[in-house]
DNA sequence: CTGAAAGCGCTAACAT
DNA sequence: ATGTTAGCGCTTTCAG
């Protein structure tokens, strides 16, 4: 491995020389840069990240929590999209990523110790337990973090604006008509409770009465739930003229419920989605839904970071909202 | 930051007994392990892995080149789970990942030099254009490689079993009776030769005979081009009783061109697909596709890495295959 | 403009 | 069983 002295030794100069040189440095000859440059690349010096590290404290590198406690975040279309734009706006900047884990070597570790011990700039929380322990002790650390739709206190975090999702799908269904709306949403996380506070804020806002059975927790991603209560919610005599439901997969199980009802949709029954995944838009009728601008999250919360990194006292906590829209599609009828 | 050398203080010992007490060498008394030990617990030590590095030319860290070209990459479910369980089996091993780009800080650099810069003890080249120099100089340099579905001579690679998953699809659809099938297949990619090849193959095993006007070029994952063709298809007068789509998401396209001609399906023509996403177990009817074990190719190329580069000498070049299973579905109607 | 030298934190010969 | 020491490759004062 071709190193800085070997280029040093060929040039004639010292370390200090080509390293100022091979840096653009101003205190040093232009010409030498230029020869020391031309010299480093016949050469095909690469220079080694361990030793600059170790050196300037500075890794260039972000660590990403990515934790799916039941084997889903990664492979979920909203989170790889976020981690596909995290890693291409990070590269944009010089930054590398690494996945934190809870392992080191052959021994078990928090994630702070991690990060660290892999020398991180900054961590970006995309999906994790918010509660635990140690995601709590890395974000109360001296760490640089950014958490993605969760808020810290006095900690920067991008999210999607969930309140305001469930604002604009509340309105378009009132504007076709709807009055007796059924919404099916996921296990009460902090995402959860903002879109039941958005449901309930703008159905109050269009003077819409909630039929309280007709809210009902179901399971994020797993069609069968919300299928069963689908059926659970069609058995009603007054039963709703369209269902909401926590994720456009949850939407196609309480589809095919629907179906098998020998129901129509959206003639006999409307229904919406939340995600505006891929899929939503390949299906015939394509999905009314409500789509996160998952790519702006991405990128907006490795800006964020990489701000921070690079101004670490000037920079302020900052809550970011990231607004989606809605996707009208075909699954919601006019009614009258 | 508590290093190595302050634990020395406190014990009263040198940095050097504290390093071997800490790796437990057995070249120390166990009492004094124990105590190190104890120490640096309290002390809240954590190793810094730039200076181990620097030092052993051992980084464990993984790199990876997962190369978006428009369709393949992180947001497509395959390579999602690929990537998710590289990363749980590299993370059993105590080895970290991180993207291989072209970026070097500020400026563009190769493949290998990236790998290079950030001390990559290997990198599994999951999706990439493989006939990029770049792609090969890095298969080609001294940094151990592996190859996920694509073969370089005297490297080591993982491949989802192509020609047998066209062989377990002509198969059923022989036994269901099917004599007349078209085949849309993807842009002619190594993966896709393999699958025609298996097509062509099991189809003059059964004696089926192929019609090439119904041997098609498509594109992966565009559902539009799929639709497009499936529209030909079906002007024919003697239209096929089956098609094969390249991938799931291009069988939906197909589908919803098929419903738009007011065909039913598997009732008026049946559908196969490739790749078995979680939707295609989602859909009604049940997509009757080919289900990629995308874990296992996960697993077995992190693994197989992990042994070239704990024994390079020793291990020999393995083309590792991965078969998949076929997913009968409810989309291909048995006929007679 | 260039160079000498210190040192980042760690490991591993090689003493003792 | 423990300690001494050199050095991994790099950056960065500080001196010339």
Redesign the interface.
């Known amino acids: ?1 071709v190193k800085i002295k070997d280029i040093a030794e060929r040039c004639g100069l010292s370390v200090a020389s080509v390293s100022k040189a091979l840096h653009g440095k101003t205190d040093i000859n232009p010409k030498t840069v230029e020869y020391v440059k031309k010299v480093a690349k016949e050469m095909g010096y ?6 600059r ?2 050196k300037t404290n500075h ?3 972000i660590g990403l929590l990515f934790i ?1 406690s039941t ?1 889903s ?3 979920h ?1 909203y989170f ?2 976020i ?2 734009n995290i ?1 291409d706006e990070c ?2 900047h ?1 930054y ?4 934190i ?1 809870n ?4 021994n078990e570790c928090s994630y702070y ?1 991690h990060a ?4 991180c700039d900054g961590v970006i929380i995309a999906c994790a337990d918010f509660k635990d322990p140690r995601v709590i002790e890395i974000v109360e650390s001296e760490i640089p973090t950014i958490t993605i739709d969760y808020d810290f206190n006095d900690h920067s975090s991008v999210n999607s604006d969930n309140i305001q999702g469930m604002k604009d799908i509340i309105k378009y269904l009132y504007e076709m008509g709807h009055r007796n709306i059924a919404f099916i949403h996921g296990e009460l996380t902090s995402v959860t409770q903002k879109r039941i506070k958005g449901f309930y804020n703008a159905c109050s806002e269009y003077g819409i009465e909630v039929n309280e059975d007709f809210v009902r927790e179901g399971r994020y991603h797993i ?1 069968k739930v919300s299928g069963q209560i689908t059926r659970e919610l069609l058995q009603n005599k007054n039963r709703p003229t369209v269902i909401i439901y926590p994720d456009d ?1 949850s939407l ?2 309480g589809i ?1 419920e629907i ?2 009802q020998g129901l129509r949709i959206p003639e006999d029954i409307s229904v919406v989605g939340y995600d505006g995944i ?2 939503s838009r ?3 009728p394509i999905f009314t839904t409500y789509v996160q601008d998952a790519v702006e999250i991405g990128k907006k919360a490795s800006e964020k970071l990489i701000e921070i990194i690079d101004n670490p006292k000037v920079t302020l906590p900052e809550r970011i909202s990231v607004v989606g829209k809605l996707q009208e599609g075909q699954t919601v009828k006019k009614l009258n």
Chains 1, 2 share one sequence.
């Open positions: 491995m690469i220079p080694n990240s361990s030793a590290m170790l890794s260039y590198i799916d084997n975040g990664l492979t279309e790889s999209i981690l596909s890693r590269k944009k010089g590398d990523i690494t996945f884990s392992q080191l070597g052959k110790e660290k011990y892999r020398n069609p997969y196609l199980g095919t179906e098998k891929l899929l390949l299906m015939r």
